[in-house]
């Protein structure tokens, strides 16, 4: 085992992964009183690819009214992080939920617009995983190789990665616009 796997872990995929998204999607969607599309992005959306083992919900909404969805996702028990509003399109927040079966669900809520850029990059990201399957296995063993470089430091991992998921967004819009 890689003595950075407790400051970096990869979790195996869990097959109750859609049903905690399934139960976080209710939640969100009980917190919100107009309407938003919440998606299942991240690893754990990605059959059979390890990851962090958190739920990585993408609430997607009027531009207007995401400032408001991250506060009521807030006050529902999902707090924001210092570093909420991180970017123009985007806003985060985090937290644990209880399952339906008492099992404490680690998630992070990503909030933004219909149309918006990250909306389009992350689903891309994502739905090119779940299409192409020798992608998800590459960019596993990566995020291994990442977690040995990154010696610990989650900031490191995540540049590290920042390239390679540009580079898969790139060829998952190429694709779907037969580019």
């Known amino acids: 085992m890689s003595r950075y796997a407790d400051a970096i872990p990869i979790v195996p995929y869990n097959p109750a992964f859609a049903r905690w998204f399934s139960q976080v999607r209710e939640f969100i969607i009980a917190a919100l009183p107009f309407d938003v599309r919440v998606e299942h992005i991240g690893s754990t959306s990605v059959?059979?690819?390890?990851?962090?083992?958190?739920?990585?919900?993408?609430?997607?909404?009027?531009?207007?009214?995401?400032?408001?969805?991250?506060?009521?996702?807030?006050?529902?028990?999902?707090?924001?992080?210092?570093?909420?509003?991180?970017?123009?399109?985007?806003?985060y927040a985090g937290g644990e939920l209880t399952g339906e079966e008492g099992e404490v669900i680690p998630v992070h809520v990503h909030i933004t617009w219909a149309g918006s850029e990250r909306e389009r990059s992350h689903l891309a990201f994502c739905r090119y995983l779940q299409a192409h399957p020798e992608e998800a296995a590459e960019y596993l063993r990566l995020k291994y190789e990442w977690r040995e470089l990154a010696r610990g430091d989650r900031v490191a991992f995540t540049d590290m990665k920042a390239p390679y998921v540009a580079s898969v967004v790139e060829k998952a819009l190429a694709e779907m616009w037969g580019g």
């Not at 990851?51 to 969805?69: F, L, N, Q, S, Y």
């Open 47 to 91: 059959p059979g690819l390890a990851g962090k083992g958190i739920i990585d919900c993408m609430v997607i909404t009027h531009r207007e009214w995401c400032p408001e969805a991250r506060a009521r996702i807030a006050a529902a028990g999902l707090h924001q992080h210092s570093h909420s509003h991180p970017a123009e399109d985007w806003w």
